[in-house]
């Protein structure tokens, strides 16, 4: 099986004026803008959604067991009640009266254990926390308990927020840090959490993560092999991609590294989809 024609990767410097963005850039950030406005809409109306369902669940619960309630204070003064005729029967000789009022009250005595018991079972339940909105996007909900200096750090390392594992190994750094008397948000506090946490250090500003990726030239998923022929009379610059600012910018909210995002380009163009 041949190999895919190679691609290489060209990102202009930051400094360089950037070139207008093209109509299907701004199209899909469109729709990604659009679609994350949706969703947060659909997260807010499910939300208030459970909460007038708990609301409703709760004050039928209430009504219920007020209705019990009510209902025992009945079957109660009518037990008196008829406890007393029980005692007005015997004394005037009426026992065959006072008989058919025992058969009565034995009867309203399991209506009134029945009652108490389902009162009690009503009381006992267990009470549904109201539900909570979800936060969005947890690094940010993380982040926002944070010191400035230290919710910077958190959203370059998104990962010690959302792997528990990590999570965890990150506040034990920190404890050590506290514990051997390090101010917290200080150069020495953060070098002594990466050392803990053997985080290697980002590349320098000078140096981007798009600008190292732009390094890669001719970079191949399978084994080096022999240069493929030349096709069609095609010259090999013609698979130089040159991604702008705002492609890049694109790449990172899709998350796709900019060699992806190249290749895909390449392949809509093949296919007709964009100029």
């Known amino acids: 099986m041949e190999d895919e024609d190679e691609i290489t990767l060209e990102l202009p410097p930051e400094e360089e004026p950037q070139e207008e963005e093209p109509a299907y850039i701004t199209d899909l950030k469109r729709q990604l803008a659009e679609e994350k406005a949706g969703r947060i809409r ?12 708990h609301r409703a669940r709760g004050e039928v619960d209430e009504t219920n067991l007020q209705l019990v309630v009510n209902a025992i204070d009945t079957v109660s003064r009518d037990q008196e009640l008829m406890k007393q005729a029980h005692t007005y029967a015997l004394q005037n000789g009426d026992f065959a009266r006072a008989t058919e009022i025992q058969s009565e009250m034995s009867a309203n005595s399991a209506k009134l254990l029945q009652l108490e018991n389902g009162r009690q079972a009503m009381e006992n339940a267990p009470r549904q926390p109201e539900p909570q909105m979800p936060p ?20 370059k390392h998104p990962e010690f927020v959302r792997d528990q594992r990590l999570n965890a190994k990150m506040i034990a750094a920190h404890n050590l840090a506290v514990a051997d008397g390090i101010p917290t948000d200080t150069d020495e506090y953060f070098d002594a959490i990466e050392e803990t946490l053997k985080v290697t250090p980002k590349p320098a500003q000078n140096d981007t993560d798009d600008q190292y990726a732009a390094k890669a030239v001719r970079r191949r998923d399978a084994a080096p092999a022999a240069a493929p022929a030349n096709r069609g009379g095609q010259s090999a610059s013609s698979n130089v991609v040159r991604l702008s600012a705002a492609e890049r910018e694109m790449a990172e909210m899709m998350g796709m590294k900019p060699e992806d995002y190249a290749k895909n380009k390449v392949a809509l163009k093949k296919e007709g989809k964009i100029q």
Do not use: K, Y
């Open 42 to 53: 659909a997260e807010q109306q499910a939300h208030q959604a459970n909460r007038e369902t």
């Open 136 to 155: 969005t996007d947890p690094v940010e909900d993380f982040a926002s308990r944070l010191s400035p200096r230290s919710a910077d750090w958190v959203r």
